[in-house]
């Protein structure tokens, strides 16, 4: 039997393209090679000119605004046909199901973005950029979300991945005459690398600030039971929030609250850090405090002037958790006679105010991102793949271990940076990587 060497046309797919639950206007969207007849079998006229809005009814009785945008010039690169028509469960339910009647196939998470993709509509870091438009939850993050969209990270990948391209060319046209490669040739070769590779390793130093910019920062205050630091949680809030007492261990749970600096931080008060106590439920808060330490960016450490000094080798124990966070260690109380005070540490005092201008100050220099840029986990992951794959170039280089695995080496580099955008430009971007991506989506996008 002749073997079927047509292909088959991918499925026409309906999606409702607008959130749950629907406002006024819902969006039902078709893609596919069979976007318009499907379309135009659910109307009861023709299907508009393309690219103009048109009024139209619809055979269940419904009225639909119709929208015709044929491929490739659609968001997918396929035909698309939108109908927007009245929200509701029941009626936007019914839209859908004359259209699978049709013969649509329902999208999945993602499938209208994975197409774009596939047609060369849309790169795999802007498909990324759009799923982090919609979760954005903080300013810092839609911004960065907008910009990968707009292509900037991608442009900056194509970039790279040029000069990497080039290089491996270079090295594999050596292949067969190795004889002709000079010793100058290799340290060009191994320049150029290196070159390369500070490039990416620049990259992954701003994608953390990236990363502090998209989420707000947690700011711990922690130190021993009435050390003070419900009473300046309080006080930098400006409001009761925790409650203060002079009997320690008042404070069991930990509570949060946003606190505006340049930009807002959570600010978390936690239980008074010690080990002595008998009571349950206080060593539960001890516990929960250290979590709260554990995923501090800063840690405002505070003991109270009226208070015996904490060895150094305690208070360095408490804080073992919290070894990325940037310690700001203060003594509260200041207005006291006669109180303590410590080289470098800040003296504050909730109850007159003193000293918290030039907490407010620290807290905010801690927290800026500093250089900043675009580049979200699996971004990261890429370049420092790519990174690595660059180091490996430099030692076989080095160590003379042949331009066969300077190539091979050099190809894996090209491969990791191409994913991010995923034009490798050797060979397809991984099954997997695609649907982790893709299916993160909400089905219509
Ligand atoms: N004089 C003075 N007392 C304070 C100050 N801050 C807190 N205290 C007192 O210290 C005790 C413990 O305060 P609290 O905020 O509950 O400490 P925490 O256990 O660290 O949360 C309370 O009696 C407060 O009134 C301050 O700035 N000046
Ligand atoms: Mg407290």
Same mark, same amino acid.
Not at 171 to 177: I, K, R, S, T, Y
Not at 178 to 187: L, N
Not at 257 to 285: F, H, P
């Given at each position: 039997m002749e073997p079927d060497l047509e292909p088959t046309p991918p499925a026409t797919i309906v999606g409702v393209a !607008?959130?749950?639950?629907?406002?006024?206007?819902?969006?039902?969207?078709? *893609?596919?090679?069979?976007?318009?007849?499907?379309?135009?079998?659910?109307? !009861?006229?023709?299907?508009?000119?393309?690219r103009v809005a048109a009024l139209r009814r619809l055979v269940l009785g419904e009225?639909?605004?119709?929208?015709?945008?044929?491929?490739?010039?659609?968001? !997918?690169?396929?035909?698309?046909?939108?109908?927007?028509?009245?929200?509701?469960?029941?009626?936007?339910?019914?839209?859908?199901?004359?259209?699978?009647?049709?013969?649509?196939?329902?999208?999945?998470?993602?499938?209208f973005t994975r197409r774009a993709f596939e047609h060369g509509r849309l790169s795999l870091d802007q498909a990324e950029g759009i799923a982090a438009i919609i979760g954005a939850q903080t300013q810092g993050a839609l911004d960065q979300a907008r910009r990968l969209v707009a292509g900037e990270l991608g442009r900056a990948v194509e970039a790279v991945h040029g000069r990497?391209?080039?290089?491996?060319?270079?090295?594999?046209?050596?292949?067969?005459?190795?004889?002709?490669?000079?010793?100058?040739?290799?340290?060009r070769f191994a320049e150029t690398a290196a070159s390369l590779r500070v490039e990416l390793e620049g990259w992954?130093?701003?994608?953390?600030?990236?990363?502090?910019?998209?989420?707000?920062?947690r700011v711990v205050l922690a130190g021993p039971p009435n050390a003070g630091k419900s009473s300046l949680f309080n006080a930098l809030?400006?409001? *009761?929030?925790?409650?203060?007492?002079? !009997?320690?261990?008042?404070?069991?749970?930990?509570?949060?609250?946003?606190?505006?600096?340049?930009? *807002?931080?959570?600010?978390?008060?936690?239980?008074?850090?010690?080990?002595?106590?008998?009571?349950?439920?206080?060593?539960?808060?001890?516990?929960?405090?250290?979590d709260q330490l554990a995923g501090a960016d800063v840690v405002i450490w505070l003991e109270g002037a009226d208070q015996p000094a904490l060895a150094e080798s305690e208070r360095q124990r408490w804080l073992e958790g919290a070894d990325t966070a940037t310690v700001i260690p203060a003594l509260a109380k200041a207005d006291l006679d006669s109180p303590r005070v410590v080289a470098g540490w800040l003296s504050l005092s909730a109850h007159t105010g003193a000293g918290l201008d030039d907490?407010?100050?620290?807290?905010?220099?801690?927290?800026?991102?500093?250089?900043?840029?675009?580049?979200?986990?699996?971004?990261?992951?890429?370049?420092?793949?790519?990174?690595?794959?660059?180091?490996?170039?430099?030692?076989?280089?080095?160590?003379?271990?042949?331009?066969?695995?300077?190539?091979?080496?050099?190809?894996?580099?090209?491969?990791?940076?191409?994913?991010?955008?995923?034009?490798?430009?050797l060979g397809p971007v991984g099954e997997e990587v695609l649907h982790a991506i893709f299916s993160s989506f909400c089905i219509g996008k």
């Open positions: !607008t959130g749950r639950p629907d406002g006024g206007v819902a969006i039902v969207r078709l *893609s596919g090679p069979a976007a318009r007849t499907i379309a135009a079998a659910m109307l !009861t006229g023709e299907l508009p000119e393309p009225r639909a605004l119709v929208l015709d945008m044929p491929g490739p010039r659609s968001f !997918t690169g396929e035909d698309v046909v939108e109908l927007h028509v009245h929200g509701g469960e029941r009626n936007v339910g019914q839209v859908v199901e004359a259209a699978l009647a049709a013969g649509a196939s329902p999208a999945g998470p993602g499938d990497l391209r080039l290089l491996r060319v270079e090295v594999e046209a050596n292949l067969d005459f190795p004889e002709d490669v000079s010793a100058a040739d290799e340290a992954l130093a701003r994608f953390e600030g990236g990363r502090r910019a998209r989420e707000r920062a809030l400006g409001r *009761s929030r925790a409650l203060v007492s002079p !009997t320690a261990g008042t404070t069991r749970d930990f509570v949060e609250a946003e606190l505006e600096l340049e930009r *807002s931080v959570a600010l978390v008060d936690t239980a008074g850090l010690r080990e002595a106590s008998e009571d349950a439920i206080e060593l539960a808060g001890v516990a929960l405090g250290q907490l407010r100050r620290a807290l905010a220099d801690a927290v800026r991102p500093g250089e900043q840029w675009i580049g979200l986990a699996r971004h990261r992951q890429c370049a420092a793949e790519a990174v690595e794959a660059l180091g490996e170039v430099e030692a076989q280089l080095r160590e003379g271990l042949g331009l066969e695995l300077v190539a091979f080496s050099l190809a894996v580099a090209q491969t990791r940076l191409g994913a991010i955008t995923g034009h490798t430009g």
